[in-house]
């Protein structure tokens, strides 16, 4: 069965970086996309980033852009978000998770109702 699994969370003083990793297993698509979101207590889930699986296309959210860098290494079946000058308000729940067709536009890529499959997420602290 597919499976995300999200790694790489933990605390980190403000101004430092974290690299999270979404390692993917259980489906053979050739064309699909995986996104990134996140959920801090009492908010909404956040569409941060996605990256295509064929090209490497990639969107971002504008809370994000510039600090955050979403890239993958298909050798290793694994999606990675390297988070740099983290703030304390980006201390959230992240989550990968999997859109399962090769239509994903840049007005949907953040719309948590377009995915199929979630991780279990991982937390990430921006705290000194």
């Known amino acids: 069965q597919v499976q995300l699994v999200e790694s790489g969370g933990g605390l980190v003083q403000p101004g430092g970086s974290l690299r999270l990793s979404c390692k993917e297993s259980?489906?053979?698509?050739?064309?699909?996309?995986i996104g990134w979101f996140r959920q801090a207590p009492g908010k909404e889930r956040e569409g941060l980033s996605c990256i295509s699986s064929w090209n490497s296309n990639t969107y971002y959210a504008d809370s994000v852009k510039g600090r955050f860098t979403i890239s993958r290494d298909n050798a290793k079946s694994t999606v990675y978000l390297q988070m740099n000058s983290l703030k304390p308000e980006d201390t959230a729940v992240y989550y990968c998770a999997l859109h399962t067709s090769p239509f994903l536009g840049e007005a949907q890529f953040s719309d948590y109702r377009a995915y199929d499959y979630w991780g279990q997420g991982t937390q990430v602290t921006v705290s000194s």
């Open positions: 259980g489906f053979t698509l050739a064309h699909y996309h």
